[in-house]
């Protein structure tokens, strides 16, 4: 199985959507997503794609309450909050342990427990890959394009690989 991570959205569906259609191209129909929607109307676009959404908030998601109210009406997305992977919350995707937060001091913290075998997150805006132990410690890079070149990664759980993909 492969599924997707992205981040950062910061309200650019035109790039969310490049990112969905390369999705579809691929057959990856879930996406672990790692923070910053910003604004509502972000989660219809997400909602409306029919994949499988597994998210927690950022710390642009300003407006939380309608965020969570949009997200309940698409059954595809599960919201999770602030992060995804204590010991009674962890995301299992095909057999991989899998711990999501915004924030890379908090991703640290959980790569550090041994408890997954990836640890997701966003915030700096930047890709980055390092094995920590047995744990692929990773941020897909922004969706947005602010800071850096657009980019999400793609997880093969078959053989534990992962790569970044680039948007234009």
């Given at each position: 199985?492969?599924f ?27 996406i672990v ?10 989660i ?5 794609s ?15 309450f309608?965020?969570l ?40 913290t ?13 915030h ?12 692929l410690f ?6 947005a394009?602010?800071l850096n ?8 759980t078959?053989?534990?690989?992962s ?6």
């Amino acid at each position: 199985m492969e599924f997707a991570i992205i981040s950062d959205i910061h309200d650019r569906v035109d790039r969310l959507n490049q990112c969905l259609n390369i999705l579809t191209e691929r057959g990856i129909d879930t996406i672990v997503f790692c923070g910053d929607f910003c604004s509502p109307f972000v989660i219809k676009v997400l909602g409306e794609s029919g994949k499988t959404i597994h998210a927690v908030f950022g710390n642009n998601d300003g407006d939380r309450f309608h965020i969570l109210n949009q997200a309940q009406n698409y059954p595809n997305i599960r919201l999770y909050g602030e992060y995804i992977g204590d010991t009674d919350n962890i995301l299992t995707l095909d057999g991989v342990k899998i711990g999501v937060t915004h924030y890379p001091f908090y991703a640290q913290t959980m790569v550090k427990t041994g408890w997954y075998d990836a640890v997701f997150f966003g915030h700096t805006h930047k890709q980055h890959k390092q094995k920590y132990g047995k744990a692929l410690f990773m941020n897909p890079g922004e969706i947005a394009g602010v800071l850096n070149n657009p980019s999400f990664a793609i997880y093969d759980t078959v053989y534990q690989t992962s790569e970044f993909i680039e948007l234009e």
